[in-house]
């Protein structure tokens, strides 16, 4: 009979409990203890999924529960701290929030342990395991859109440097599933309608590290798609239609957004004659119960299928890390403007020696919450309220 992973959630947020109710219904995995610091969490979510093995000390649950998969749905910059600290105390597979870390030191230092231990690491990209991206890696194949040239994709619309390491990763993530990986990197970084300086690396909302840009255009040289543009451009509100991307080819278009995939069987067409087709997408074996998200489901089921085989899931930590290189390369062509050849040689923040280079200390201390991190960086520039809002 096929074994059962045993997974337990260190930290019972928001992202803590979505995961955990696609682990505790895949038939697969159960979980099998939980922690946090705060109790009411903890014990909210412990009755939720009835779960009796609840701790706030990470030790004491990996000494207790020996289990197989650890999930760290913490904060982006205790990712790196408390990973580090489960793979100390256990050699057991990780599955960690995105971004994957704050910073390329942290990537590789992460990714070296995991090796040493024979430890795999999923990075939670769920949306990339929607079956949606199936459709459209199955069409590519098929050559339903003749030879992709280029594909472009968008963001939500918050402060770009912030929507690089927040949606960005997703985005990068699917684009790399279809591309192959990306070799070069060539962006253009503005705050305020002008090219960033020394002054604008600023440090992110949410702790995702440090970041710059207010607009941000990348063009992304692939192995394989030749060539892409993302774009992470601040809108006066969070737009999450805007999300996704679309792939050109010389016979078509494909597009791809967390709710479904399209084709069009022409590579143009004008406003009115553009005839997108839905492409069929497989189904979870059941209707999912509430709460448990087909995108959470299928991921679990992609990192089942992963360590059945002894393989690493699709969103695994060297996609993570080469998404990561991927972002600072994006920060540091736009810093230093000029092409960045990847993966980069240097690992240090390239925001961070443009600071010191312009003798510069590290950024001040920021909100944590968008909002008010928006409205400190409304007032320094004196942007007016509708180029900052409204947001979510
Ligand atoms: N995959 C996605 O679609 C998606 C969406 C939103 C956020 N995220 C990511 O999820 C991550 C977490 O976000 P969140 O909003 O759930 O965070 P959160 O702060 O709401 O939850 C984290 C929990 O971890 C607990 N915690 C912190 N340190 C701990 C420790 N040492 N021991 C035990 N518990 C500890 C906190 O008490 C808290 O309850 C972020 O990295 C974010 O980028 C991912």
Known sequence: MARTYRAALLGCGNRGAYASRAYRYH??????GLCDLDRARL??????????DRFDDVEAMLAAVEPDIVLVPVQTDLHFPLAMRVLAARA???DVEKPMTVDLAQADALLARAGELGAQIA???QGSSLRSLSAVKRALAEGRIGVPLHVTSNG??????????????????ALLAVTGPCRRVTATLLTGGRPIAAEDVVQSPSGMGTIAGQQITATLEFDEMLTGTLHQHMFPGIEREALGFEIAGTEGRLRWHYDGAWIQPVPWAVPGRARWEALPERQPPEPLPDGVNAGEYWYVDDYVTALDAGGSHPSDGRRGRHIIEIILAIFESGAYRRPVTLPQAERDHPLLRLRREAGLGDPDPAPRPYREWLAVQAAKHGWPVERTGPLP
């Open 156 to 173: 939500k619309g918050y402060y770009g440097g912030y929507e690089l390491m927040n949606m960005g990763t997703h985005m990068l993530n």
């Open 123 to 125: 990075v939670h990209h």
């Open 27 to 32: 038939p697969r995995t159960d979980v099998v």
């Open 92 to 94: 057991c597979h990780l």
């Open 43 to 52: 014990d909210a979510l412990g009755d939720e999924l009835g779960v009796a």
